[in-house]
């Protein structure tokens, strides 16, 4: 499961009268990814689906325009699978240009009351400005050459610094309305040459203008009752004018539906498009198909295509490997663990898949760092309830349910109580020393077999130096064990070891000595990175060794909050004593969950992925002939 699925690369001559029925055979298939790169056969020149696409192109801009006026499906049931000729497409264009110079002028209809609607909504937002300031709106929006009005926002806690500046300049501040961290506010003054000092204090104080429509001239409240009717005859309008447009389209309805399959069928040869290339009656093209797919194909065009064709398929070339997709995981269950593992980046050809791996490494480390019966068995609950809402991810939140609910069994913690079940092993709280060595020996483990998959991943595109001496290599991961055995040894009271001792020498020399080799630079900064590059390799394994200390410390966490809130539980009544573990296990689930989730994510992103895991594939991607829902 971890290894990726084999891929060819596949080549197809067919006749170009037979490209239409070509490109429905692949996309039947689902199985071809195509390769838009040109053929070295200089011959194989020519274009001959660009007049196709750009008819197709039209046709298909035209119907979305339509069918943001009349309701369509978007992809209506398929039949029966056929060819579209060039000559139906360009007709079908033509019908539906035709019908789109109709339908636009509807649409002018709707964008000028959509227009309309817009302003009012401007309006009614700006009156809200001044709905407490119960006067003609054009006295405050003429000037007079006696009086300066300013109206505006200013920041409470600066209104009284305002209005004892505005006082010393000659002004009147008055506040109309307070709401929030702002007061609205209007400040009258004698009219002056110059303004250059208030607009200094305005600005000072962050006083903020609010412009006056000139549409605002009744008073508010007049003003509010007459948006609010305007409102309705623009609703009223709009309500008509959709009737009539759909009294209008009635009889197109079943031909525009016929429209939207039409396209649908041609969309594979569109697709197609950048991948094909002709010489004469002669068209080729290629693409990436999974090995165990390859004979199906041949099938499948040998019973669609009357005319001969020509089906070669070949392994990848070394030279190839980055353009050769990868086909994520079809297992149901871990579809939603691949969706994380897409957020770090998709597996390039060749590299291990590490979505198993991942799959159950996650959910080990949630389930010991969050094992309880009852709040397990919540998120459990939570996940299939709301299934439909998370989509591919409810599986994902089910196994970590079930996760916790195992760990849960073993601790003997249901809702933070321990004496409801017997432990099947023992609450991390008995012995923390224990559980602290545990997640040592799983670090360790972890960080073996991620250096493991990192060589593995070396081996498969023949970078046997990378394997050997790169980073999290061969001579890498023999640093970490040697420096792990002469650890143990000193855990057990014994010295480090003669024999590790050399090992780690032995391999961090090896290192320094490959680093020095392939670094050019001059005699003072290769001995300054070759020693940083060698001080960076032990602290690093032995950081990130300590790192899976968290896994431990999680788990003591747990059992400690809930200690905690039953300490508190214990110093209320009856009814508080209840509330006080309800709300606990809330607060449990809802925040140490997150932070659980959080840190199991860094540990498997940052102490896994960045090992053996380059992210920069692309997923494969096959033709499909879109059918829609399948029929009743």
């Known amino acids: 499961m971890l290894r990726p699925r084999l891929m060819k690369h596949v080549r197809l001559l067919v006749l170009t009268e037979d490209l239409p ?43 979305e325009k339509i069918a943001k006026l009349i309701a369509l499906p978007r992809f209506p049931v ?17 019908w539906l240009g035709e019908i789109w110079d109709q339908v ?27 709905q407490h300031l119960d006067i003609d709106l054009k006295l405050l929006r003429s000037k007079t050459r006696f009086l300066d009005f300013y109206v505006g926002i200013v920041p409470r806690e600066n209104l009284r610094r305002l209005e004892g500046a505005a006082g010393l300049a000659g002004h009147l501040l008055h506040v109309y309305m307070q709401g929030g961290d702002h007061a609205h506010v209007v400040i009258v003054g004698p009219a002056s ?22 549409d605002l001239d009744q008073e508010p409240e007049q003003l509010r009752q007459t948006l609010t009717a305007r409102h309705a005859q623009v609703g009223a309008e709009r309500q008509a004018l959709h009737e009539r447009l759909a009294a209008w389209s009635d009889p197109f309805h079943e031909r525009l539906l016929g429209a939207r399959r039409t396209l649908l069928l041609a969309e594979p040869l569109v697709t197609l498009d950048p991948s094909i290339r002709s010489s004469g009656h002669l068209a080729h093209l290629a693409g990436w198909v999974p090995a165990q797919y390859v004979e199906a194909l041949s099938e499948r065009l040998t019973g669609s295509l009357t005319l001969p064709f020509e089906l070669l398929a070949r392994d990848p070339l070394p030279a190839e490997r980055r353009l050769v997709p990868t086909v994520p995981v079809k297992n149901r269950l871990l579809q939603s663990f691949a969706v994380l593992v897409k957020q770090y ?41 709301f299934r439909v809402r998370l989509g591919r991810l409810w599986p994902f939140g089910l196994l970590a349910g079930l996760s916790s609910v195992g760990f849960g069994l073993l601790y003997g913690s249901v809702f933070g109580y321990e004496e409801v079940l017997p432990a099947l092993w023992m609450s991390p709280i008995r012995d923390p020393i224990l559980m602290l060595k545990l997640a040592l020996g799983y670090g360790v483990v972890f960080l073996t077999i991620a250096c493991l998959l990192a060589i593995y991943n070396r081996l498969a595109i023949r970078n046997w130096w990378g394997a050997l001496f790169g980073q999290h290599g061969v001579v890498n991961l023999l640093f970490y064990l ?15 070891g003669t024999a590790p001792l050399l090992l780690v020498v032995g391999a961090l020399a090896a290192l ?57 539980a214990e110093m209320m009544g009856r009814f508080g004593h209840v509330v006080t573990v309800v709300l606990g296990n809330v607060f449990v689930l809802v925040l140490e969950g997150g932070i659980v989730m959080i840190q199991v994510m860094r540990l498997q992103y940052y102490e896994g992925f960045s090992r053996y895991f380059s992210g920069e594939g692309h997923e494969f991607a096959p033709l499909r002939l879109r059918r829609g829902p399948a029929a009743p």
């Not at 509807?106 to 302003?119: A, F, H």
């Not at 040697?482 to 480090?496: A, D, V, Y």
């Open 21 to 63: 029925q070509a490109s429905l055979a692949l996309a039947q298939t689902e199985s071809f990814h195509p390769d838009t790169r040109a053929p070295l056969a200089a011959a194989l020149c020519g274009q001959p689906a660009h007049d196709y696409r750009d008819a197709y192109t039209q046709a298909h801009s035209r119907l």
């Open 78 to 94: 398929l039949a029966t699978v056929r060819v579209v000729p060039y000559p139906e497409l360009t007709e079908l264009n033509r």
């Open 104 to 130: 636009s002028r509807y649409e002018e209809d709707l964008r000028r009351l959509d227009d309309q609607d817009r302003l009012i909504r401007e309006q009614e937002a700006a009156l809200v400005n001044f």
């Open 193 to 214: 040459d110059t303004q250059a000092p208030l607009a200094a204090v305005l600005h000072a104080a962050g006083f903020q203008a609010l412009a006056i429509p000139a």
């Open 345 to 385: 980046g998709i597996p390039e050809y060749g590299e291990i898949d590490p979505t198993p791996l991942f799959a159950v490494t996650f959910l080990a480390m949630f389930g010991a760092m969050f094992g309880d019966v009852g709040q397990g068995a919540v998120i459990a609950a939570l996940a299939w309830v």
């Open 482 to 496: 040697s420096l792990i055995w002469g650890g143990l040894n000193l855990s057990r009271g014994e010295s480090f």
């Open 512 to 568: 320094a000595g490959f680093a020095w080799r392939h670094l050019e630079a001059p005699i003072g900064e290769k001995v300054l990175v070759v020693f940083i590059e060698t001080l960076e390799t032990v602290i690093g394994y032995v950081s990130n060794t300590l790192s899976f200390l968290r896994v431990a410390a999680f788990s003591l966490n747990h059992v400690a909050l809930s200690i905690a809130v039953f300490t508190l």
